[in-house]
């Protein structure tokens, strides 16, 4: 129940994916099959890698990082899945004055042959809430200015193309915004994409809307589980929306434990964000 209109059907691109028998795992929620998380220490950042692979078997991880220009900035080998790596003056993800991102390619590697690869786009920054200054971003205040972004169009309803999405960033970039909050669903990863080149602040969160609905428990868990997992690596995230206006069709002792519990899921599954909800009681 909401005040927008909900299509069905498939509506965002569709591949056929054909892999070998080791392979970066596709069932993991959706996910990529590389989580990035960067901890900024001083001038460096400290990287933790975790892959998450189908029939590991003695296969390596070759990691390549590359800073926004091309350029190689250092390599590594690892026979486990989670590793680490250290990237020393690191340039920072500065919103939208510079939006610095760096890529990582992750070889599958066994015998020599390369069995499949992935490539990431992250950033590395750091960001703060207080009830006096607001919001910074890599230490300095950071008022943040934005938008609520639905994602259809006149004759198009949800069925987007790049075109569009790259018209709505651009047209939210042209009034001056550098936050964003992304209503009330998961948007498109082209769109998330956009949002971390750009340098927009996200707020991203899952379509618990207006009535609460004891039986879709397990959907809520579910779908916070497919959000944080996808979009974990998307640098210009940094809040979890619980859900919009729920209050509007009454409280419950069940409603507030749904709630809790999502926000513990979001911190034991992402502990580098914060988790928010949008209110309203009638």
């Not at 070889?107 to 919001?135: I, M």
């Not at 950071?142 to 651009?170: C, F, I, N, T």
């Not at 409280?251 to 709630?259: G, Q």
Request: hydrophobic fraction near 35%; charge should be negative; glycine fraction near 6%.
């Amino acid at each position: 129940m909401a005040d927008f209109t909900f299509y069905g059907g498939i509506y965002r691109p569709v591949s056929l994916i054909i892999t070998n028998k080791q392979h970066f795992d596709l069932d993991f929620y959706g996910a990529p099959g590389v989580a990035v998380t960067p901890v900024v220490d001083g001038n460096n950042a400290n990287v933790t890698v975790d892959a998450y692979v189908t029939n590991h078997d003695g296969a390596i991880l070759v990691a390549t990082l590359k800073n926004n220009e091309g350029e190689e900035v250092l390599t590594k080998t690892s026979e486990k899945l989670s590793f680490d790596f250290v990237i020393e003056n690191v340039h920072l993800w500065d919103g939208v004055e510079d939006p610095y991102l760096y890529t990582l390619k992750l070889d599958l590697v066994k015998d020599g042959v390369v069995l499949d690869n992935k490539e990431v786009r992250f950033g590395a920054r750091t960001f703060k809430v207080t009830p006096e200054g607001g919001f910074y971003l890599n230490g300095r205040s950071y008022p943040l200015r934005g938008v609520s972004r639905h994602q259809d169009r006149k004759d198009l309803g949800w069925a987007l193309s790049e075109k569009e999405h790259k018209e709505d960033m651009e047209l939210i970039k042209e009034v001056g915004a550098n936050t964003i909050r992304l209503a009330h669903y998961q948007h498109s990863q082209y769109f998330y994409d956009l949002c971390d080149e750009y340098g927009m602040v996200i707020w991203a969160e899952i379509p618990f809307i207006s009535s609460f609905m004891p039986n879709a428990y397990d959907n809520t868990i579910s779908q916070m589980k497919e959000l944080v997992y996808q979009n974990y690596n998307h640098t210009s995230i940094v809040c979890w929306g619980l859900s919009n206006e729920i209050t509007i069709s009454g409280e419950s002792d069940a409603l507030l434990k749904n709630h809790h519990d999502l926000n513990d899921l979001c911190h034991e599954l992402d502990k580098t964000r914060l988790t928010t909800m949008a209110s309203v009681s009638m």
